[in-house]
């Protein structure tokens, strides 16, 4: 049981970080504006998608948040992955570039496993 704590924790805070990371590049740096016009996409999504990756970032981290808000975190998270490598294809990036969303997409994978690993009840 330990290292599944361990496995979902460290894939948890890579999600996490990434996508706050992210959050605070779409709402600060003027390159990430410029990708989202490149990508085809309207300035207020850069900002929706932000607010998003920050609220489903505090709900994959705070243990108190309920099971079905976390699962609509997880699967937010995993359409916008899906999405951001299909943009980045679309719009004739390199592939190593598109292939980045991927990644992360099977790191958000391993958490999901794990998130549902550390919630079933020990049998004693």
Do not use: C
Request: charged content about 15%; glycine content about 4%; hydrophobic content about 55%.
């Amino acid at each position: 049981m330990k290292k599944d704590n361990i496995f979902f924790w460290i894939t948890t805070g890579i999600v996490s970080v990434m996508m706050l990371f992210s959050a605070f590049n779409y709402l600060t740096n003027e390159a990430m504006k410029e990708a989202f016009v490149h990508l085809g996409f309207p300035s207020y999504f850069r900002i929706e998608l932000a607010i998003a990756k920050i609220l489903g970032a505090i709900v994959l981290i705070l243990p108190s948040i309920p099971k079905q808000l976390k699962e609509f975190a997880y699967f937010g998270f995993a359409i916008t992955l899906v999405s951001a490598f299909i943009a980045h294809l679309s719009s004739g990036d390199p592939f190593s570039v598109a292939f980045m969303p991927l990644v992360f997409l099977v790191i958000l994978v391993v958490s999901y496993i794990y998130f549902h690993k550390t919630r079933k009840p020990q049998n004693s």
